[in-house]
């Protein structure tokens, strides 16, 4: 898979449900990026990740775990609760992107003080 490396924009909330509402793949593949950097509601932001990690794409899946980790880098804040049980269902069934994902399991674990995946840690 080829990156494409593009500017992301912070999005209105408007913009957002737009997003959401067409429901296309390469624009839902950015919105985590965005939610997670920029929007100033933390638990909003999660709960779209949440949500993007049900989406049939897997570039999508990987993406919005990749937002958790951006949450945790700009906010400092993730319910472990609800996000540890899909990261770690990504992190074993989603093999197109694994790497992107134990990326972001680092970067959660190292601004959240977690260990996630502690077992995964030898392939990575």
């Not at 490396?5 to 296309?24: F, H, K, N, Q, T």
């Not at 624009?27 to 509601?41: D, I, T």
């Not at 990749?66 to 074993?92: M, N, Q, S, W, Y």
């Amino acid at each position: 898979m080829q990156r494409i490396y593009v500017d992301i924009d912070a999005l209105s909330d408007r913009e957002i449900r737009e997003i959401l509402e067409r429901g296309d793949p390469g624009e839902l593949r950015l919105l985590p990026f965005s939610v997670g950097m920029y929007h100033r509601n933390w638990k909003y932001a999660q709960r779209i990740c949440l949500d993007l990690t049900q989406h049939e794409d897997a570039n999508v899946r990987a993406n919005a775990v990749f937002g958790f980790a951006h949450i945790a880098r700009t906010k400092g804040c993730l319910d472990k609760r609800l996000v540890k049980p899909v990261i770690l269902r990504e992190l074993r069934e989603n093999r197109l992107n694994r790497g992107m994902i134990k990326d972001a399991i680092g970067d959660i674990n190292l601004f959240m003080k977690w260990d996630l995946a502690r077992k995964h840690r030898k392939d990575y």
